[in-house]
């Protein structure tokens, strides 16, 4: 191995345990990556503000202890909460963006967000793309190095799917208006990005550290090493107002933080990830919290809904509420009580 390749593998090292430093060490380490960030780019910089618990938590730690003048930003998809929208309306100072297209239109021209990111571009390019024999055959066998990279064989139903999978929904409905923005402002910003989230992200941030200055899309994510409990313990100490579908925070016998309500807000309607996830589902708490919108999300394409009874279907996932498993789960399901 080269020396500049153990110097890269260090690095990423560092970088991969600043998880395991004290909270109050992480607080620190946090507000100094944003001073940098704000001191390199002279200011112009925003907050990337989902509404979410991660980023709620970023904006008030950046205006309440170091700049309180810095713009939020909003990406309205169309597919938020309806009480996250309202939500992000309570701060002083937030530039909404909306995307051109719909996501009915997105799905239309590209396909569904289903299992990740990764996944589903591999499933778009062997399905549509003008690929060399080489490049399909390594994303559907893996090459001399191995298997990684390759489609999942699980996943490989996804190839005679009777619909469309893709990965460019993020792109059209999120990435385009914020680059937009930046171009027109000049602007780059602070985004929530945790530890906790997606296992690309992570090996990202292992790689780059907090704050990317020298990339097509400078950003700074100075809590990338924090953890889900970091991120509630910061706004239970602090006291600060999280949007209202999260439920309140409260703490396991065993000392763990955890909110009553939904464990992640982002798009509803996205389907990337929920494969994973135990009963109930995003989509069977959406059936309960929000009937209208599951039903709008599950209605045939053809009678004017989203067509993912079709989708879920064909991967196995539920999309139906079991009423007595979620009443068996107790007080941490509560508020999806069916009476
Ligand atoms: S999170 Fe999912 S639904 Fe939302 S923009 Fe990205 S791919 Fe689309």
């Not at 703490?251 to 807000?265: A, D, I, N």
Request: charged share 25%; hydrophobic share 30%; net charge positive.
């Amino acid at each position: 191995m080269f020396i500049q390749d153990i110097d890269l593998k260090l690095k990423d090292w560092a970088f991969s345990q600043r998880k395991n430093l004290p909270y109050e060490l992480k607080l620190e380490l946090t507000k100094k990556r944003i001073e940098d960030w704000y001191s390199h780019w002279s200011g112009d910089v925003y907050i990337s503000f989902s509404g979410g618990l991660d980023s709620t938590v970023l904006l008030h730690l950046i205006r309440k202890h170091l700049y309180s003048d810095i713009p939020a930003v909003f990406a309205d998809t169309g597919l938020e909460y309806p009480e996250l929208k309202q939500f992000v309306k309570t701060f002083d100072d937030v530039t909404i963006l909306r995307p051109q297209k719909s996501f009915r239109q997105v799905i239309k021209e590209y396909g569904y967000p289903v299992v990740s990111k990764e996944t589903a571009a591999k499933v778009r390019k062997l399905r549509n793309g003008n690929l060399g024999e080489r490049y399909r055959n390594y994303l559907l066998n893996g090459d001399e190095r191995g298997s990684i990279g390759k489609l999942a064989e699980k996943w490989k139903i996804l190839l005679d799917a009777p619909f469309e999978t893709s990965e460019k929904c993020c792109d059209v409905m999120k990435k385009k208006p914020f680059k937009e923005y930046h171009k027109k402002t000049n602007r780059v910003p602070y985004v929530g990005i945790t530890q906790d989230e997606s296992f690309e992200r992570r090996r990202k941030y292992e790689k780059t550290g907090c704050n990317v200055y020298d990339s097509n899309v400078p950003k700074s994510q100075p809590m990338g090493f924090w953890t889900k409990q970091d991120v509630l313990r910061y706004a239970a100490e602090n006291n600060i107002d999280i949007c209202s579908v999260y439920g309140e925070i409260k703490q396991s016998s065993s000392g763990e933080l955890y909110t009553t309500g939904v464990q992640r807000t982002g798009c509803m309607f996205c389907a990337f990830g929920c494969h994973m996830e135990g009963c109930p589902n995003r989509f069977q708490k959406m059936q309960i919290t929000h009937p209208q919108l599951h039903e709008y999300c599950f209605k045939s394409w053809e009678s004017g809904g989203l067509g993912m009874a079709e989708v879920l279907d064909y991967i196995n996932v539920p999309y139906l509420a079991e009423v007595d498993a979620i009443n068996g789960q107790g007080a941490r399901y509560q508020q999806f009580k069916i009476v």
